[in-house]
């Protein structure tokens, strides 16, 4: 039987990045929680793909970022119904 050496491998660490934009994409109710995960999410997959296999958690980063972007959408929907609401009020009067 023949020994071989056993390879060291380093142990990953998760991005804090992609932690934190996956964060704010669940709790960005309005446009700033949302707009920073959308940015923490794309700051977060470039860290983790120039880490060479150190870092993981891109699919955090990837939830991230469908959620800040999906809230971006539902607020400036948001602001646009109701802004259109409050400007047509304001010209009815």
């Known amino acids: 039987m023949e020994n071989t050496p056993s390879q060291a491998t380093t142990p990953t660490r998760t991005s804090t990045l992609a932690v934190l934009s996956l964060v704010f994409g669940i709790l960005g109710v309005f446009f700033f929680g949302s707009l920073i995960a959308v940015v923490l999410g794309h700051l977060g997959r470039s860290e983790i793909q120039k880490s060479n296999g150190q870092l993981e958690?891109?699919?955090m980063a990837v939830a991230g970022l469908?959620?800040?972007y999906l809230m971006l959408l539902v607020s400036i929907a948001f602001l646009v119904?109701?802004?259109?609401l409050a400007a047509l009020l304001a010209l009815g009067s």
Not at 81 to 84: E, L, R, S, Y
């Open 66 to 68: 469908i959620l800040g």
């Open 57 to 59: 958690g891109d699919g």
């Open 81 to 84: 119904f109701f802004g259109g």
